[in-house]
């Protein structure tokens, strides 16, 4: 199977990499060159451009920040629409908004081409292990198609429904995961302004009713206040961002998501800490709460 | 060992039958007698009054609704304070205020009353099956004490810090657990007004970083619409009004816990759902998406 993969980031080149160990065909393409010739030197080829990584693929994958990126790579001027000849199967990996997975969907139907939207959990970490978990929207066969190129990247792979359903199942754990946070950090900061040691509070509720992977894997850095990310601040206002929108078209009372989103924009904007781990909303916290 | 024990609610009888079975002489007192007997016919000894409850016993445990409910029982003017010679440990198993825990014990040591207070986790369930995880502030010598009545009635327990501080724990648990179920809900409203199957999101994100207890025991109920308690609304108010409270008191920063608590109030007050299982918030997300 000939694969063509576009965006080498923190997460795409740990997942194309996984593809060639697993022995695929991959032509790969990223605006900065330094990860391409990290792949070429393991066997990959080198897209000219993107539409040249685009071409005589059987499975095109896109693994960018957000939906103007996702937008301009397949449907911009240079971008793989309108350089084509299509009849492939494509796989956009990027946690986008869910509505622009449809629209660039329903546009690349034109040239029958099959879009998947499979956004990742996991983070860096999962990349690199290739134990990622994978959410996805679209067709039953196109999915089925895929799931060599699944098994080779993550650990599980759940077909949620149609085309921008994976990225929705994305919103929601990104919303979970960003109240979880702050709910903990709330505890947190409730137990140290009382004078009670959080470490024993953690121990004591992390097997009950409060337990979660929230708890188990960032109280620790929370009371140790060590920010490295993880997951940066950035990216997590961008799901927030988008969960909001998907929100609005809908409908959905989301004011946990609009309160949080709050937090680490204030977090980015005020603190410069856009690019730290998430984990620094327990520092808003702290910061809010001075005597 | 002599134990006096008042209050036999949902929790305390089965609390209190644990003792019995493990062996230990039970004294018991309660408002409506229906549960004196039970307890009675499995070889309990009924005290006439609580002061005669609280008589020669080596350890008094008193598990009531609130902070009113515990001042009154030992500090009114028939309760235990007015009426003993004092000399004994007392384990106040309520969930409680912290600071209404701290003041009540300082009254107590005037008559060489130790206090522990040792608020659960675990609910009805792990109160019937001796499962509940014990939070216990006061000091370690009282703690020692106190271990093997904590082991005839939980699975684990932990001393935080100085009296207080159990019921410090479980206000973070309980505030913890609060925002965790609201973001549950509103992941899944979203997830729904998108058209998208709650059941399959779950599905994927349940062992991934959004993954916690309320997940795994709170999602299908909610997308089932069954509210059973489990955990009652008005209790869980009583809860997060108290963590308010401590927060006011130190000057912690607690949205998530104002937003949360104002939902369950909407629910107790407009919804009259006061009795109903703290799911329902899910129904409070649906009431307030409708288009």
Redesign the interface.
């Known amino acids: 199977m000939k694969i063509g993969f576009i965006g080498l980031g923190i997460m795409g080149k740990p997942m194309a990499k996984n593809l060639l160990t697993a022995g695929f065909s991959v032509k790969v393409f990223n605006r900065s060159k330094d990860s391409v010739k990290e792949l070429v030197s393991l066997g990959a080829i080198e897209g000219k451009s993107i539409a040249d990584t685009a071409k005589d693929v059987d499975v095109l994958i896109t693994m960018l920040p957000d939906s103007p990126d996702v937008k301009e790579v397949m449907l911009g001027k240079d971008g793989v629409f309108e350089n084509t000849q299509g009849h492939f199967l494509y796989i956009d990996m990027s946690s986008i908004a869910?509505r622009a997975s449809q629209e660039i969907g329903k546009k690349l139907l034109e040239k029958d081409i099959h879009m998947l939207d499979a956004p990742v959990?996991?983070?860096d970490v999962g990349a690199i292990a290739g134990t990622l978990?994978i959410?996805v929207g679209g067709e039953e066969e196109d999915f089925n198609k895929a799931i060599p190129l699944f098994e080779a990247m993550g650990k599980?792979h759940?077909?949620?429904?149609?085309l921008?359903?994976g990225n929705?199942?994305k919103?929601?754990?990104?919303?979970?995961?960003?109240?979880?946070m702050?709910?903990?950090a709330?505890?947190?900061?409730?137990?140290k302004?009382?004078?009670?040691?959080m470490t024993?509070?953690i121990?004591?509720?992390r097997?009950?009713?409060?337990?979660?992977?929230?708890?188990d894997?960032k109280s620790k850095k929370m009371i140790e206040e060590t920010y490295i990310p993880g997951f940066k601040i950035d990216l997590h206002i961008k799901d927030l961002r988008n969960?909001l929108k998907?929100?609005e078209?809908?409908?959905?009372?989301?004011?946990?998501?609009k309160?949080t989103l709050e937090m680490l924009e204030s977090l980015s904007r005020d603190f410069k800490m856009g690019n730290d781990d998430h984990t620094a909303v327990y520092k808003y916290?702290l910061s809010?709460?001075?005597?």
């Open positions: 869910p959990s996991g983070g978990s959410m599980s759940t077909l949620i429904g149609k921008g359903s929705t199942c919103l929601t754990n990104n919303l979970i995961v960003a109240a979880s702050a709910a903990l709330e505890g947190l900061v409730l137990a302004k009382t004078g009670t040691d024993k509070v121990e004591a509720i097997g009950g009713s409060a337990g979660s992977n929230v708890v894997t969960a998907t929100g078209e809908v409908n959905s009372y989301m004011p946990l998501t309160l916290y809010r709460s001075e005597d």
